[in-house]
């Protein structure tokens, strides 16, 4: 793939449902380097916090954080092939996603998380993260198994939320 600005998937686009490939050190190294410049420009644009390599259409287990997390993330922007220990408290916080655009919802999950991941080099790093750093890694990983945050609604929201994602899925606008 080339080093180029993406768009990002939307929701009923196949990719996103799918469950994501590990990669491979040191194989994939200059795929990996090439995604993570395409997954950085096109995050930039987008304006989000982090990204997914699903969201930009590949099938791999990598996500990214912007910069703004580095203190919290301990100087990483990169995860691949991460592994997760969510423990802690539950804690509500709203919840938003580039593949369900327009669609902001309170959404409970672990306030703290464990994550074992490799960086671009393929080294393997461990971080225990609070906060809106935690939030960010739970919903990322969650898109490497094909979920997405509105998966994760109660069923009456779900339901109050039915024509808005229909529209989405028909690539229709939801404003
Ligand atoms: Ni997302």
């Known amino acids: 793939m080339q080093n180029l600005l993406n768009k990002v998937r939307i929701i009923g686009d196949p990719v996103l449902r799918r469950k994501s490939r590990p990669l491979v050190f040191p194989?994939?190294?200059?795929?990996?380097?090439?995604?993570?410049?395409?997954?950085?420009?096109?995050?930039?644009?987008?304006?989000?916090?982090?990204?997914?390599?699903p969201q930009v259409g590949e099938s791999v287990r990598l996500f990214i954080a912007i910069p703004d997390y580095l203190d919290e993330l301990n100087g990483h922007v990169v995860f691949i092939n991460p592994e997760i220990h969510p423990?802690?408290?539950?804690?509500?916080?709203?919840?938003?996603?580039?593949?369900?655009?327009?669609?902001?919802?309170?959404?409970?999950?672990?306030?703290?998380?464990?994550?074992?991941?490799?960086?671009?080099?393929?080294?393997?790093?461990?971080?225990?993260?609070?906060?809106?750093?935690?939030?960010?890694?739970?919903h990322e990983v969650d898109h490497l198994d094909g979920i997405l945050f509105v998966d994760k609604l109660s069923p009456i929201k779900r339901k109050l939320l039915k024509g808005r994602l229909r529209k989405l899925r028909e690539g229709g606008r939801v404003y």
Do not use: Q, W
Request: glycine content about 12%.
């Open 27 to 53: 194989d994939d190294m200059p795929y990996i380097v090439s995604l993570v410049g395409t997954m950085e420009k096109t995050l930039e644009a987008a304006e989000g916090l982090g990204l997914a390599a």
């Open 87 to 138: 423990y802690g408290d539950m804690e509500k916080r709203e919840e938003g996603c580039l593949s369900v655009p327009g669609i902001y919802e309170m959404l409970s999950r672990s306030s703290r998380v464990n994550i074992k991941a490799a960086d671009i080099r393929g080294n393997i790093f461990s971080l225990d993260v609070g906060g809106l750093a935690a939030r960010l890694i739970l």
